[in-house]
């Protein structure tokens, strides 16, 4: 009976230190299911984060409230300089970065913000209190993610560029984001396809580099690969490097035939040292 006790007495105590923890986690100024508060406060930091590192190298972001109504959110974040709304979308299994506002802390007109629903944009301006301390007016409002400030086009939210120190004679280059089945269903592994057409002459590509900062956050335990169809040889699989949400890959020069339909893809596959 006393062991037993004893036993009840330290599930007790993990079961109140389990309830504080979950409590620090969700503040008294979000709104929504627990799950998708911390999902949506994990997230954001990290995808704005490069955003920001054009202003300040070494941003310290917070994000002190966060919104969650279905598979749509909002999140206020600020790095104490600078404060802004970050907007989300649940899809793939992961939450997305649709966009991220930068204003002065003292800023609270959100004429600018499209809310998904007019009941989300009441929720946030009733659980959202912008920070009106520490008002810095020569920082003016704007969108730290230019969504049409890429060289691959895409209607997905991805920033991707390709470099290279001579032209690349291919057109049409475009890239769009996997679906369901290609990213999160069963045994499923993509992250982004890119397309370009060669043209009526045979290609001869020179060595570049293909960046990709994607709208999701990535996982720093797996790596990554891309590899092209197309070519006339063998391309890829070429193996990426993972900073600040982006994955960077250096392509060798290559060729291709006339009229060549390039396709490539950008999967994830588990971390091996060798």
Request: hydrophobic share 40%; net charge negative; aromatic share 8%.
């Amino acid at each position: 009976m006393r062991s037993y006790g004893m036993g009840l007495i330290r599930a007790v105590v993990a079961a109140l230190a389990l309830t504080a923890v979950l409590a620090a986690a969700v503040r008294a100024d979000d709104y929504g299911p627990h799950r998708g508060i911390r999902e949506v406060r994990a997230a954001v930091p990290v995808l704005i984060h490069a955003g920001l590192t054009r202003l300040d190298p070494h941003p310290t972001i917070a994000v002190p409230d966060v919104v969650v109504v279905g598979d749509q959110a909002v999140a206020r974040w600020t790095d104490g300089k600078r404060s802004g709304i970050a907007s989300l979308a649940y899809r793939n299994a992961t939450w997305w970065l649709t966009n991220a506002f930068e204003r002065p802390p003292c800023d609270d007109a959100r004429g600018d913000v499209v809310f998904p629903s007019t009941a989300m944009g009441e929720i946030v301006r009733q659980h959202i209190a912008l920070q009106r301390e520490h008002c810095d007016d020569a920082v003016q409002p704007g969108s730290i993610r230019s969504m049409s400030d890429i060289n691959v086009t895409n209607d997905d939210g991805y920033l991707a560029d390709w470099i290279a120190d001579l032209p690349i004679h291919v057109s049409n280059i475009h890239g769009r984001a996997p679906d369901d089945a290609e990213m999160s269903g069963p045994g499923a592994n993509s992250v982004f396809y890119i397309y370009a057409s060669g043209g009526p002459a045979q290609l001869s590509a020179p060595k570049s580099t293909l960046s990709i900062w994607c709208p999701f956050v990535l996982d720093s335990t797996v790596h990554y690969i891309i590899e092209f169809s197309g070519a006339d040889g063998r391309l890829g699989p070429i193996r990426g490097t993972l900073n600040d949400n982006t994955l960077t890959f250096e392509i060798p020069a290559f060729t291709a035939p006339a009229n060549a339909d390039l396709r490539g893809e950008v999967d994830y596959l588990p971390y091996r040292e060798h």
